[in-house]
């Protein structure tokens, strides 16, 4: 092998060239480096084979009970505080690990959990979330329908009719993760009498509810998409979230997770950037590393690039959020920006493995395949981009 002249900048290596880890202080350093170890030792190893099987971590729950990131101080005392920043770093270190992983765990902690505490009354809060926070609990959240996807806020075709003490839910929703195993799916369904959507914890083993698995998935495998049928679904009044009054409300369960995504991407970029960083200092042609070619290197420096600018973006987002100053544009210009890079970086990493790059042994194949899907879930990028073309003009532009 040639000889390299030049040492390895480790921050490169990483996919963390501008050192924003460092922006964390004391403990909150030492947690995200302990989850860091976590997704190496216990979620790495395993991530290609539950992906081709199509399993989720469920075996998982307790150790990650026990890394204190799931749920906030507020849902339960026992949970220490913890700045976004640090909400932010988390998730982009599980996408760069595996981002069915970040999936299975943001449909629980971000989606499920978050609807429960935007909408929810104190006793509901209180009543769901700590066995939540203890993962004796798992989550899931049921927006988007066969029929409704990009469009759920003009309308949801699951209804919601009223009848004495109980609401009665009918209708599909499709794509819900986690809903296979779940113990409880936030449903949302339109109230007939107001046409307005309402949020509904509809539990496991409730009669009518019935949630298949999605078949023949080619992104995200190691996550559990269903298709519910809710026939008659019967739901206590009390079940009902009391701050769910309409789709402003689930807009505000969508601000932060689509916040969350941005996160993801940027961490499934690293992800792909790293493997193909390091296939291309060991793989060699014509008697030398690919790494020691200029296009390679200007796929690998572009690739760094796109991370290193979403970073500085997600960054901004958390403190914005911290001050309370996230709206609904800015998260998802981050969704739209950092999932667009993330998809243009996975591609070159796929390309610099060649061959290999289509296979799962090399890791590259996986991200490349799941950037598919955070691409389009939580608002594709053309629904993202109209937020922000309507922050930006004032006019809305989705119908
Ligand atoms: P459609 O809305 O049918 O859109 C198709 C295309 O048309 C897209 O390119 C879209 O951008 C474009 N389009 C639509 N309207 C417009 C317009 N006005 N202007 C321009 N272009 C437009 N949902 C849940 O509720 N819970 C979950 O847990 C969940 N998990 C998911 C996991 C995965 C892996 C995936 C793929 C999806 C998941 N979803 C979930 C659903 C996800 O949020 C939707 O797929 C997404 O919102 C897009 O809806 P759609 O797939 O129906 O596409």
Redesign the pocket.
Known sequence: MAERQHEIDPAAVEGDFYHVKDLLEGDERKKLDRVRTFLVDRVAPRANELWEAGESPLYLRDEIRDLDITGTYADDHSIAPRSYLLTGLLGMEMSRVDPSFA?FFG?HAG?AMGAIRECGSEEQKQRWLPPMVRWEKIG?????EPL?????ALGLLTTARRDGDDWVLDGE???????TFADLVVIWARDVDDDEVKAFVVEKGTPGLTARALEG?I??RG?Q?AHIVLDGVRVPEENRLRHAESFRDTARVLKVTRGGVAWSATGCAVGAYEAARAYAVEREQFGRPIAGFQLVQDLLARMLANITACQGMVVRMAALHEQDRLGDAQAALAKMFCTTRMRETVAWAREVLGGNGILLEHDAARFFADAE?LY????????NS?IVGRAVTGYS???
Request: hydrophobic letters at 50%; glycine letters at 14%.
């Open positions: 999936t449909v989606l899931a959240f049921g927006l988007t409704v996807g990009s469009g759920a929703k499709k794509w819900i993760g986690n809903a998935k992104a995200l996550v998409n899907a389009s879930y939580e608002g594709t990028r053309d629904m109209l532009a989705f119908v």
